[in-house]
């Protein structure tokens, strides 16, 4: 993170929460200041630090690092979230769209959507059957995610016992909800599996920098609840697409003026509701879309062969040969 960007950052948040405000206690002594506090906060996220361990560096009982961490995380999900995990707006995905189209060859991709298992250490004995696959023998907590090219998570689902599959966190997940509605812009979300592995690796480079970037997603040991544990993972995923932002690598940029327009969702249950939900889930559609998508790909690769080749066999001889 450059130093910009946490000065930004310590900013918002002592505007915005009281908690990281400087303050005097009954004698006049000052007591931490917001960076102080701040960097505490991060200091647990970034390097998985336990909150009793900043006493000697930051002389900050176990208690106030604790607290810098919850208040930290509410206010960055309540005041940053809106922005850095909106939904895009029409021109992000004509934007989107074009990115993908001109890197993977893919019409209509909007991101790449994979599941992370997140161990967690410290899972209560009663959640231990519910949260635990026999592939990873531990408790997981699993995140959905989709991720554009340039890493920046698109949506977010946590809180998922690591128990269930792919498709039963897909049917769990609300990233259809707004299709399902009507409330959505105009856009074609299309599901590929085979010919959409090398897209994939997208949202794997997303996680791998995730983890790479905040230590504390690694364990998840020392929080137990539920609610604990979505804070820190929502304020990780925020500050990655702040990170993304100040470095100048987003695709799409922020247009405050720009914003979704508000249609009257329909009624849930009822017979258009229940239309979309067939068409989303049509196994028939999915085939036809794969098979449209292979003969797209294997069409663009036959005419880069053809530019390649020339279209004259005698033009492979030079003049050489005539001599």
Known sequence: MLKGLFVRIVEDVTRECSFFQQRYDARGTPGFTPVQKYTAALRQLAYDIPPDALDESFRMSARIAR???????????QFCGPKYLRKPTRNAILQLQAHHASVHGFPGMLGSLDCLNCA?????????????????????????????????????????????????????????????????????????????ERAKKDVERAFGALKKRWFILK???????????????????ILHNMIIEDEGRAICAFDEEETIPKIQPIEI????????????????????????????????????????????????FSEKDFM
Not at 67 to 77: G, Q
Not at 161 to 186: H, K, Q, T, V
Not at 269 to 296: K, Q, S, V, W
């Open 67 to 77: 607290d810098s961490l919850h208040f930290f995380c509410k206010t960055v999900i």
């Open 120 to 196: 967690w250490e410290n899972c209560p004995t009663a959640y231990h059957v519910q949260f635990t696959r026999g592939n990873h023998g531990h408790p997981t907590i699993i995140l959905e995610a989709v991720s554009s090219q340039d890493m920046w998570i698109r949506h977010a689902f946590f809180g998922s016992p690591g128990s269930i599959n792919d498709i039963n966190i897909l049917n769990r997940s609300p990233i259809f909800n707004n299709i399902y509605d009507g409330s959505a812009p105009d856009s074609s979300f299309q599901k590929f599996k085979r010919a959409q």
């Open 219 to 237: 364990k998840l040991a020392a929080y137990l609840g539920e609610e604990k544990l979505q804070e820190i993972m929502y304020t990780c995923l």
């Open 269 to 316: 249950g009822g017979e258009e509701y229940i239309n979309n939900r067939a068409e989303i889930c049509c196994t028939e559609t999915f085939h036809n879309l794969r098979n449209d998508l292979e003969e797209h790909i294997y069409g663009v690769q036959n005419i880069n062969l053809n530019l390649d080749q020339p279209d004259d066999p005698e033009d492979e």
